[in-house]
């Protein structure tokens, strides 16, 4: 690994922002924060606006050259979007990661269209997860109808005006019928999820294989389970109430209960997913973001190119 990438400690990568403006105020951070997530300006500061400005550069460069293929071609092309795919397990950040990273790279001149599409969306149906005898594997790579995923990106990175991404529901914890999200003219998609660099079992085609650029939020995966027990147990304290939650039932245990029911879903399904399936996909990213047991990051591996 370390010959593949160029490795920053915190303050190191904070230099990298240069001059680069901080465009979000706090309460702009706090309705992109998730329930648990610890971020504050001096960590966009630090960690988001370098890498900022690196997408800026490089999504600039790749207009570029699609400017100077239109005029070899003697044609104008259709404008096709930079997509940066977030990758890493349950409970680590990756989706406030991807919220903080959309609304940043929104604000440059250059690429003021971001869109954010998760892949929870692409999960396949309860009632089919429930058929195929897959309801505890929710999350695992045949959990999810990577053909419909790739027919997606296929349809963005052709330039197609419209393409429409399925949406998915925590508190019904399913994916909504007839419901879309609609992707239109984009300068950049971001893809949010937990196996978007995982290869293919057939080995034809990737999810990665559509990203111009790829970010692993990692960390120790001790630090991630705590996380994980902290969430369900904010959780169980607002969304969990809902009567109209799939995880209702989850809203009267006690502290003791709830830790342990916590702890059996992250042995029993996340933990084992990241280990078997999203951990080993991290050396495919083109960047690696580290985080520490407070929730900092602490050092950024940046891949060569």
Avoid at 46 to 58: F, Q
Avoid at 122 to 133: C, H, I, K, Q, S
Wanted: glycine share 4%; charged share 25%; net charge negative.
């Amino acid at each position: 690994m370390l010959d593949r990438y160029l490795t920053f400690h915190r303050d190191e990568w904070a230099a990298l922002r240069a001059a680069t403006p901080l465009t979000l105020d706090q309460p702009d951070l706090e309705s992109l924060q998730g329930i648990n997530d610890r971020i504050d300006l001096h960590e966009v500061t630090a960690v988001y606006l370098p890498l900022s400005r690196l997408l800026n550069l490089y999504v600039s460069a790749v207009q570029d050259l699609q400017r100077v293929s239109s005029t070899f071609l003697g044609s104008k092309a259709s404008k096709v979007p930079y997509v940066i795919g977030v990758a890493g397990s349950v409970a680590v950040g990756k989706s406030t990661f991807a919220r903080i990273l959309q609304a940043l790279l929104s604000r440059w001149p250059n690429h003021p269209q971001v869109d954010l599409v998760t892949t929870d969306g692409f999960l396949y149906p309860n009632a089919v997860l429930t058929e195929r005898g897959l309801m505890d594997r929710k999350g695992f790579p045949e959990s999810y109808d990577t053909r419909a995923l790739l027919s997606f990106l296929r349809a963005v990175k052709s330039g197609q005006e419209e393409v429409s991404a399925p949406v998915y529901d925590h508190v019904a914890y399913d994916v909504l019928d007839g419901v879309s999200l609609t992707v239109r003219h984009p300068d950049i998609v971001i893809v949010e999820g937990l196996n978007v660099l995982q290869v293919n079992r057939e080995g034809v085609e990737f999810v990665s294989d559509y990203f111009d650029f790829s970010i692993y939020v990692d960390a120790d995966v001790d630090d991630i389970e705590e996380w994980y027990v902290a969430r369900f147990f904010a959780l169980r304290e607002s969304v969990f109430q809902d009567p109209d939650s799939y995880f209702t039932n989850f809203a009267e245990l006690t502290d003791e209960q709830a830790d342990a029911t916590a702890r059996h879903i992250w042995t029993s399904i996340n933990g084992r997913n990241l280990r078997e399936n999203i951990a080993p996909t991290r050396e495919r990213a083109s960047l690696i973001i580290r985080k520490q047991r407070d929730h900092r990051v602490s050092e950024v591996s940046l891949r060569k190119l």
